[in-house]
Structures are given as structure tokens and as C-alpha cells.
């Protein structure tokens, strides 16, 4: 797929490149880590400190859980979850066959990054361009998603196998005040990682002429 590989003039290019093709969504996760966790921790701090944002308004708030620190955010899902089994709005079939069995298996994992954003933070800026005002949130959401991407890479990697998940706001109010965490920080991403136990799924790529076009080549 894609043109023959050029030669580039840093070999580092060719790594990058590969890790980025290396990187796949794992759900089968074991509860083990190939590296340390200040390895981990760094990853993370590593993708806080330099993952660009728009106007350099640094908006990303991301929370490290490991072991089990990891394991109350899908204690948290799961209990959000039977709320909504309890209260009719979910069939308990379906939460018990398909469901629960998903929470469980991301529970059984190493760890989760929690990627929030701080929009409050933005006050000021929307403010001095009030003309780009609603282009601030949006930005701030896809610097968000260039961390995650990030972080997924580079556990990638190491040996790890992750996945990301999308529970907000289901289970936002409790996150919060299990951790602690100012209000203004709004979760956009759970992270899912530990060792694949599975190779991933098979991937289909549609044709990459009906996605890329280049000019003046
Ligand atoms: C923005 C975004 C949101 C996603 N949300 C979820 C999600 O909520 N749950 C999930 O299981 N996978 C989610 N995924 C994973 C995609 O399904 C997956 O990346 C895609 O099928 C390609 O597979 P790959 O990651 O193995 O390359 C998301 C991926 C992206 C980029």
C-alpha cells in the first residue's frame, strides 16, 4: 500500500513511521507491564509537555492510572452501567452478554489515561480573538486527540497494547470526585493498556487514491 519507501536522510523517520503503522487498537489486555511504570509515566508527562495546541494554550489535562487506581474507573463504568440496567434505559441482556464482559476485560488491564480538556481556560484568549472565539474549543479538542495518539504510539512501542474508549459523560461526576479533579476539566478519552494477550483484529484500508491526491510531485 502507499509508494515505495524513499530513503530518508534520518533513520529515526523510517522508526517513526513504522511505529505509527505498528500501532493497532488491542482489547484481549493483560494486567502486566513490559516496562516500568516512571517508563509509563513518562510517555504520558512526555506527550503533556510537548504535544502542540492551538495559540500554545496547553488545554489538555491527562490523569495516569495504574493497577488499582486503573481498575476503579471500570468499577465506576461498570456501576454507571447497572444504574442504567436498574433504571430501564439499558436491557440487562445486553449489559450482561456484551457489555459487562467489554467493562470486565478493560478492568483486567495495566492501566487507563484519562484525556480531559480545560475549555475554561480559554476564557481569556476566546476574549482577545473573539472572532476566532468558537474555533478555540474544537482546536482544543484535537490537540487533545494528537496526545492520545501520542501516548497510544509510544505504549505501542514499548510492548504494550491499548484501546480507546469513550465514556463520558456517563461516568464523569464520579471520576471527578474519585480523583479529586477540578470541575473544569472535561474527559474526552479513556486510554485502555497493558500486554496483548491477542493479536488485533484484521484491518481493511480503503484505497488510498480515493483518500490523497498530490500536486506539483
Ligand atoms: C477518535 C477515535 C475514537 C474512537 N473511539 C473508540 C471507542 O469509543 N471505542 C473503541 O473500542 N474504539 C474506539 N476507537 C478505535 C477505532 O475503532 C480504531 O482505531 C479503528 O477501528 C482502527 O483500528 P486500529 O486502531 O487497530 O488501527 C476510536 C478511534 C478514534 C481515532
Known sequence: MGSTQPTFTNPATTSLLELVKARRTHYALTGESP???DAIEHIVQSAVLHVPSSYN???????????EEHRKVWDIAIAAMEGLVAAGAVPKEMFETSTKPKLNAFRAAYGTVLFFVDYDSLAAIKEKFAI???KFNPFALE??????????TALQ???????????????????QKQWNLPA??????????GTPSAAPGEKAFAPLEDRFKVFGK
Request: hydrophobic fraction near 45%.
Open 35 to 37: 516496562i516500568s511504570d
Open 57 to 67: 494554550t496547553q488545554t489538555s489535562r491527562v490523569v495516569l492510572l495504574l493497577k
Open 184 to 193: 473544569s476539566w472535561k474527559l474526552d478519552a479513556q486510554l485502555v493498556f
Open 157 to 175: 512501542s514499548e510492548g504494550l497494547g491499548a484501546n480507546l474508549q469513550h465514556y463520558s459523560p456517563l461516568i464523569d461526576e464520579q471520576v
Open 132 to 134: 476566532y472565539a468558537d
Open 143 to 152: 490537540s487533545n486527540a494528537m496526545s492520545q495518539y501520542l501516548v497510544w
